[in-house]
Nanobody
Framework: QVQLVESGGGLVQAGGSLRLSCSAS????????MGWYRQAPGKQRELVAR???????DYADAVKGRFTISRDNSKTTVYVEMNSLKPEDTAVYYC???????????????WGQGTLVTVSS
C-alpha cells in the first residue's frame, strides 16, 4: 500500500520560515508529479507548488519568490521551503502525488493527512 507522510508544520511569526517534507512509501513503480496544496478555513483547497519527475516546477502566484519546491534524488520525497511567511499563508498544507504502484501499475492520486501551518502577525 502506498502512502504519503508529511512533516514540518507548526507556528511561526510573520517573516519567518518553515520547511515541509512529504515522503511516499510502499510499492512504487514511479511518481510523476508531487506537490503541495493548502486549504485555509472557509476556503477551497488550492495549489501551492508542484514538481514533475524531471524537475519542472509550477507555483501559485501568491507564493512565487517566497516558496521553493524540490525533490530528493530518489524522487519519493518532496520538500517546500517557505520563506517570508505571511499570516495569509496560514492553512492546512496537503501533500499530493501522482503515483503508479508496482502492484498493479494503475495511476493513483494520493493525498497526505495534512499539516497545519500557522503564521502569526
Amino acid at each position: 500500500q502506498v502512502q504519503l507522510v508529511e512533516s514540518g508544520g507548526g507556528l511561526v511569526q510573520a517573516g519567518g520560515s518553515l520547511r515541509l517534507s512529504c515522503s511516499a512509501s510502499g510499492s512504487i513503480f514511479s511518481i510523476n508529479i508531487m506537490g503541495w496544496y493548502r486549504q485555509a478555513p472557509g476556503k477551497q483547497r488550492e495549489l501551492v507548488a508542484r514538481i514533475t519527475s524531471d524537475g519542472r516546477t509550477d507555483y501559485a502566484d501568491a507564493v512565487k519568490g517566497r516558496f521553493t519546491i524540490s525533490r530528493d534524488n530518489s524522487k519519493t520525497t518532496v520538500y517546500v521551503e517557505m520563506n517570508s511567511l505571511k499570516p495569509e499563508d496560514t492553512a492546512v498544507y496537503y501533500c499530493h502525488a501522482a503515483v503508479i504502484p508496482s502492484t498493479n501499475y494503475r495511476y493513483l492520486e494520493l493525498w497526505g493527512q495534512g499539516t497545519l501551518v500557522t503564521v502569526s502577525s
